[in-house]
């Protein structure tokens, strides 16, 4: 499938990508997280074809495709700003790929007629591309880059434009699109809730490098690093002082470390500090202000944040259950 070895990217003196391999494997959903500016759109514009590495290869089912021009990749691209032709109506923009490649006319409508029952928009053929809400634009868009059975699909922040009830419905259905048609894909979003949704696999990119990869679910209970860690809001983050073997001093009280690193004493370490079940050390601290959020409530004070089902009062000392992870 997909493969990236080791490709670096700089503009105007500064580097933008400085090493980035992975692979994206049959039927998986990769997702590039990262800031603004982080470099994912040049990224997906190098896979594409229509941007050069500086250096390092880009594979597809082991043949290096420097030399394959883009449309010649077979690989369908989403944008945030759909990017349909607003001349054309709905059935000729999804219809556009094929007539490309000069299939019967027979062959293209029962395409195109399937495209628009997989992304619920079947009856909209005669529609005018402006006639249509920015969610449904973008299941035409899906529909245009799903029609010439792509070997790579890659989205760029799709869901940027829209609201964030449309933005979950249309994740999931996108997440069943792509597992039912088992076309790799690499979806690109700065914004975390989007890429947990939908990802079989996260990569963050920070500072050129790919800092942190692995199911939604590693990367949530162990970002590896305190940028990850702050950028993920995977908890508080404190600092310690190590003590003693194990034992790490901060200003919330001592606590125990798990981690196999071995830190002299005196070092400072960035701590996570998690919210856990049952088990775990207990932090405690004075209760400053109470945020109501659905089903549970947001409590803040010195400096700590957590999600606890029951209010408690301002004002109030009030000790939480944690697990406090080395981020070194
Ligand atoms: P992202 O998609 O993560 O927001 P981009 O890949 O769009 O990031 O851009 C990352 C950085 O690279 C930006 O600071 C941008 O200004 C710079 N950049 C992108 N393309 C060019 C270009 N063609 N020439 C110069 N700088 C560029
Ligand atoms: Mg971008």
């Given at each position: 499938m997909l493969e990236l070895r080791d490709i670096f990217k700089t503009y105007d003196n500064q580097p933008l990508l400085r090493g980035i391999s992975f692979s994206v494997a049959e039927g998986e959903t990769v997702c590039l997280l990262?800031?603004?500016?982080?470099?994912k759109s040049t990224l997906l514009r190098m896979i594409a074809g229509l941007e050069n590495p500086e250096s390092g290869r880009i594979l597809f089912n082991g043949l290096d495709?420097?030399?394959?021009?883009t449309h010649l990749r077979d690989f369908g691209l989403v944008f945030q700003d759909y990017?349909?032709?607003?001349?054309?109506?709905i059935f000729d923009n999804v219809a556009f790929g094929l007539k490309m490649r000069n299939l019967p006319a027979a062959e293209i409508f029962l395409r195109v007629a399937a495209l628009l029952e997989k992304v619920n928009l079947?009856?909209?053929?005669?529609?005018?591309?402006?006639?249509?809400s920015g969610g449904e634009q973008q299941r035409v868009a899906l529909a245009r880059a799903l029609a010439p059975q792509p070997r790579l699909l890659m989205f760029d922040e799709?869901?940027?434009?829209?609201d964030r009830t449309l933005k979950e419905s249309l994740l999931q259905e996108l997440r069943s699109i792509l597992h039912e048609t088992k076309i790799p894909a690499i979806y690109v979003t700065h914004d975390q809730d989007e890429a947990f949704a939908i990802a079989d696999r996260i990569l963050l990119l920070h500072e050129g490098e790919i800092v942190r990869a692995g199911t939604p679910a590693e990367v949530w209970s162990n970002p590896g690093s305190a940028w990850a860690a702050r950028f993920l809001v995977a908890g508080n983050i404190i600092e310690g002082a190590v003590v003693a073997s194990g034992q790490v001093k901060t200003e919330y009280g001592v606590f125990t470390l798990g981690c196999s690193h071995r830190h002299a004493a005196g070092e400072k370490v960035p701590l996570l500090v998690k919210q856990s079940g049952e088990v775990g050390e207990e932090i405690k601290f004075k209760v400053e202000d109470v945020l109501f959020k659905r089903d549970q409530f947001e409590v803040r004070g010195e400096g700590l944040v957590f999600q606890l089902k029951q209010a408690p009062a301002v004002g109030q000392v009030i000790k939480v259950k944690v697990e406090v992870e080395c981020l070194r």
């Open positions: 990262g800031a603004s500016g982080s470099g495709l420097a030399q394959t021009p990017g349909l032709f607003p001349h054309l109506n079947t009856g909209f053929e005669k529609r005018k591309v402006t006639d249509l799709p869901l940027g434009a829209l």
